[in-house]
């Protein structure tokens, strides 16, 4: 491996990197003498055994003998080979590795589809605030609560009833028409004679990866005559919908904090409860559960709470997911209507908390 990279560089990464500050985005640690101790990712435990030494940047399980240093940890934790691993705490440590030519371009084209789609979104969210056409959008956000402030944090925006305005719009702004096409931004005519905007006349979300950065976009339907309800970009080389949690890149430090993780089906269920204060959640996007979506989730919360709707399609996904989060040890609850003024299996602190919300949560729960 070290022929990828110098050894030199490896070790200036290794170094750059404190072992505490990297296992505490995964692991809750608290400070025993010279020591870290938490509860060990790697095996289920009750009783802290897992063990961070800062002086020897090495960690080490009493419980299942897993033990190395920060390269190693995420290699085992995230499923990471050795380059991998190296890449992810150079980005950390903002430390630039050499670029192969495949590399290169490959970053040349992931830098162009993020920038094709931070401009979809500016288009849209123009089209929202600046338009006397977004009064109808506009409408429908006020009846769900939503307001200007979540809507601007949030960069909603509209998709007009127009067939290339979007491709217009970024055309101008030095975007490149294939590179609009390879976002999934626009579609080729049938007949090969041009392209058109893939959304129209939507309500727009833009999708964020963990790190903030716009990967995709969403739109709903105004007119509840049109069809399909939701729209989302494609799969590209910087979306993959099965890795990707909406919303998580806001609320993961809620969720590291209190420890579990809220999980709605819809973006509209998660921005009406994040703006009424119920922060450490995200949204399935109403897409089939991932194992990738349940391992991300598991990097920040110990358990899980669902609040999906009751209609057949929420009950598949309640099921699929308690299957992927359960598959890799992580506690799930469900919540429903009367057990917000009860309790539900034992979770009293969790009851607590979520009945601050009924109002908002009513209208999701059966």
């Known amino acids: 491996m070290s022929n990828y990279f110098p050894q030199e560089l490896i070790d200036q990464v290794r170094s750059a990197n404190d072992i505490v500050e990297v296992v505490s985005e995964y692991v809750s640690l608290k400070k025993k003498g010279r020591n870290?101790?938490?509860l060990c990712p790697f095996h289920t435990e009750k009783t802290p055994s897992f063990s961070v030494n800062p002086e020897k940047q090495i960690f080490h399980c009493f419980g299942c003998g897993q033990g190395g240093n920060a390269?190693?940890?995420?290699?085992?934790?995230?499923?990471?080979?050795?380059?991998?691993?190296?890449?992810?705490?150079?980005?950390?440590?903002?430390?630039?590795?050499?670029?192969?030519?495949?590399d290169r371009k490959k970053l040349e084209l992931t830098d162009k589809l993020y920038h094709a789609n931070q401009m979809g979104a500016a288009y849209y969210s123009g089209n929202?605030?600046?338009?006397?056409?977004?009064?109808?959008?506009?409408?429908?956000?006020?009846?769900?609560?939503?307001?200007?402030?979540?809507?601007?944090?949030?960069?909603?925006?509209?998709?007009?009833?127009?067939?290339?305005?979007?491709?217009?719009?970024?055309?101008?702004?030095?975007?490149e028409q294939q590179t609009l096409l390879t976002a999934g931004l626009i579609i080729e005519r049938s007949d090969g004679k041009g392209f058109y905007d893939r959304f129209k006349n939507r309500l727009m979300f833009p999708i964020f990866n963990l790190s903030g950065k716009i990967v995709a976009l969403a739109g709903r339907i105004i007119d509840e005559k049109d069809n399909p309800k939701y729209l989302n970009s494609p799969e590209t080389p910087i979306y993959q919908k099965g890795k990707l949690l909406y919303g998580l890149n806001f609320?993961?430090?809620?969720?590291?904090?209190?420890?579990?993780?809220?999980?709605?089906?819809?973006?509209?269920?998660?921005?009406?409860?994040?703006?009424?204060?119920l922060q450490n959640l995200v949204a399935s996007c109403g897409t089939a559960f991932s194992a990738n979506q349940a391992r991300l989730?598991?990097?920040?919360?110990?358990?899980?709470?669902?609040?999906?709707d009751l209609d057949r399609e929420g009950r598949?996904?309640?099921?699929?997911?308690?299957?992927?989060?359960?598959?890799?040890?992580?506690?799930?609850?469900?919540?429903?209507?009367?057990?917000l003024i009860s309790t539900t299996r034992g979770k009293v602190r969790h009851v607590e908390e979520l009945s601050r919300f009924k109002e908002y949560l009513e209208p999701l729960l059966d």
């Open 316 to 339: 598949s996904l309640t099921n699929r997911t308690i299957t992927m989060l359960e598959a890799i040890r992580i506690p799930v609850d469900l919540f429903f209507r009367r057990e």
């Open 251 to 277: 609320s993961k430090e809620k969720i590291r904090e209190s420890r579990f993780a809220i999980v709605v089906e819809g973006y509209m269920d998660f921005l009406s409860l994040h703006q009424a204060g």
């Open 71 to 102: 390269v190693s940890f995420l290699m085992t934790h995230d499923k990471l080979g050795f380059v991998e691993a190296i890449k992810l705490l150079a980005k950390r440590a903002n430390i630039r590795l050499p670029q192969k030519e495949y």
């Open 297 to 308: 989730l598991a990097r920040f919360a110990e358990e899980v709470i669902l609040l999906f």
């Open 36 to 38: 870290y101790f938490g």
């Open 128 to 175: 929202l605030s600046g338009l006397p056409s977004g009064k109808e959008a506009q409408a429908y956000l006020e009846k769900r609560r939503v307001s200007k402030e979540t809507s601007k944090t949030f960069q909603l925006g509209l998709a007009l009833e127009e067939w290339d305005g979007l491709l217009k719009f970024c055309i101008s702004k030095g975007v």
